[in-house]
């Protein structure tokens, strides 16, 4: 019906984001680790893990290029998601 990724979830009941970040923050610590990168645009994945006890946490940024197929897919992961995607690489 030409929802994008967030629109549907919401008109199908659901949060936008559905993830739980539990299980992930329990295996960092059972491995006694102090620090992680994380490959992420998603901010929200940082605050779930720091909400988790996980502070130490670097951010690696995934870069793709926007071509016409995903264009749509990455406007709605910056505008309504928050992802920190650089500007110039998306165009819409």
Do not use: C, W
Not at 14 to 19: I, Q, V
Not at 49 to 59: C, F, H, P
Not at 73 to 78: A, E, S
Request: charged share 20%.
């Amino acid at each position: 019906q030409g929802f994008d990724t967030v629109e549907a979830n919401l008109h199908l009941g659901f949060p936008a984001d559905m993830r739980d970040y539990t299980m992930a923050a329990q295996m960092i610590r059972y491995f006694n680790l102090t620090g992680i990168k994380l490959l992420t645009n998603n901010p929200l994945k940082l605050e779930a893990l720091a909400s988790l006890g996980i502070k130490n946490v670097e951010r690696v940024s995934l870069e793709i290029d926007a071509h016409k197929e995903n264009t749509n897919y990455l406007f709605t992961k910056k505008t309504k998601l928050g992802h920190m995607l650089i500007q110039h690489k998306l165009q819409h």
